[in-house]
């Protein structure tokens, strides 16, 4: 009679546990049964109930989400290649739809990965390089190593700031109907393609060896300059000397 009860109340606390569950802060919950969702998404934290064994909890994050691109080879406007990586935050914002058209958070990732990338190559490819890697018209500042030559910027239309709102405009229009809402769009880093960046360092370098070449020129004039002096002082004391010698 007792192995009864004590089977008994194993039974009941095996159904209420599987009864109840608890909602947290930072999570929205959907109710599934036999896999198709049921009822309201469960929005506010607390204690909640369901049927035990056939309907089953699914939790999802209600915090901002983190979305991190690969490095990307695009094509500019003007043909140059670059590698762009970019990053992105974005939140659940109707669980229920979130659940029908995703189901979890890798294939909300594997969605994002389609439309940021998608997004990102279709606006790269509509500007000139100097307009994704600039922001402003700002004017040229001459350094104390190259203040003797005449450096210009070409103006940009654009710029990266632009072109990284129209991207997130893009991607937000087609993330609508998914449950989910891009909130922001990073370029992480823009670089030249490893071709592009050796004819870059080999620009960089010869301009540096000019002016390294005419610092050197400068030098050695002064250099000659310096010499001279001293040869004209020296014979100048010699020869004063020379003439006291003699008096």
Do not use: C
Request: charged share 35%; net charge neutral.
């Amino acid at each position: 009679m007792n192995k009864l009860w004590i089977l008994l109340i194993l039974i009941v606390a095996l159904v209420f546990f599987n009864s109840v569950y608890v909602v947290q802060e930072p999570h929205q919950v959907i109710i599934t049964q036999f896999g198709k969702p049921t009822g309201d998404p469960v929005l506010t934290p607390g204690l909640n109930f369901k049927l035990p064994f056939i309907q089953k909890v699914h939790r999802f994050e209600k915090r901002f989400l983190e979305w991190d691109g690969d490095p990307n080879q695009l094509p500019t406007k003007d043909k140059r290649f670059i590698w762009v990586n970019n990053y992105a935050r974005w939140r659940i914002t109707d669980p229920l739809l979130y659940f029908q058209r995703l189901r979890d958070e890798r294939g909300a990732q594997t969605r994002l990965d389609d439309i940021l990338d998608g997004e990102t190559r279709n606006a790269i490819a509509k500007y000139d390089l100097v307009e994704v890697v600039r922001s402003t018209n700002r004017e040229a500042m001459a350094t104390e190593v190259d203040a003797e030559d005449e450096v210009t910027l070409d103006d940009i239309s654009s710029g990266r700031d632009v072109i990284r709102l129209e991207i997130l405009a893009k991607a937000q229009s087609r993330t609508a109907d998914l449950g989910i809402e891009i909130l922001d769009v990073e370029f992480k880093r823009i670089n030249y393609v490893a071709e592009v960046q050796r004819k870059v360092y080999e620009r960089m370098i010869s301009e540096r060896q000019r002016i390294a070449d005419r610092f050197k020129s400068e030098g050695q004039g002064e250099a000659f300059r310096i010499r001279g002096e001293k040869d004209r002082e020296l014979l100048r004391i010699r020869s004063e000397a020379y003439r006291k010698a003699q008096e």
